[in-house]
């Protein structure tokens, strides 16, 4: 287990907020992990003090950093609590763990996000960006609006990196079968990592294993509760 002191609270979209941690020097990751925190709240509700989330935050930028969607009305009372969190609180984590890392770069890698589902892609990008391997590289960032997280660092890195595309699906335009014709005359042979709802993970495996993506090429990311 490891102590993260939290530091502050940044907006990343209307609901959408970042909580930026200090850790210990020993508290490592790699790109595209998740912890599991516990927040002690009063009256916490059936969903209990614990939640699962990825660190948003690519290892050289030292701090931690969690990013989550809040309800506008009926969200968790552990959601409620931890948006009130004050500067210098402590609380408890996992250490990192998870397998949607990147480990070869030798074919094309497609990272694809649902909604808050961003959150270890932003990882994973700034990280390559930060290695100089953010080449032959696609995000498709599915999102409910146009109010889209992290748009303005992932558009800086797509000014700085030629080989590096982002194509956004704003409802009521979804990646189906349909819009991933319309940028690929016939889909590449890739690495895809598939981040947010189950729901959508498990309809885009579907699908790319339609366009002849094997199981063994794809990395998913489940978000339950959304
Ligand atoms: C490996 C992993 C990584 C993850 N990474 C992230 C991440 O980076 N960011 C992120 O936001 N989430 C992430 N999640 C999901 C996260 O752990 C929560 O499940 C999610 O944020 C929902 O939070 P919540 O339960 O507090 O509900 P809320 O966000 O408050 O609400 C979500 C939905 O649940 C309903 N709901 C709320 N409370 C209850 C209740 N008591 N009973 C029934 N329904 C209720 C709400 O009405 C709403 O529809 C990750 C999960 C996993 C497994």
Redesign the pocket.
Known sequence: MASLKFIKKIQNAQNVYSFIFEASDDFKWIAGQ?VQITFPHDNP???GIN????I?SAPFEKNVM??????NQ??????KAFYNITPGTFIESTLPK?NFIIEKHDKKIILIAGG?GI??VRSLILDLDHNNKLKNIDLLYSNRDDDIPFKEELENRKVSNSLFNIYYFINPVFISAETLNKIYDIFPDCYAYLSGPPSMIKSIADLLHSKGITADNIKT??????
Do not use: V
């Open positions: 998740f509700d059936s969903r939640r699962f989330f990825s948003s969690i990013t989550t969607r809040f309800e009926g969200g968790s009372s552990f959601k998870g808050i959150t270890p990311d489940y978000f339950p509760g959304y």
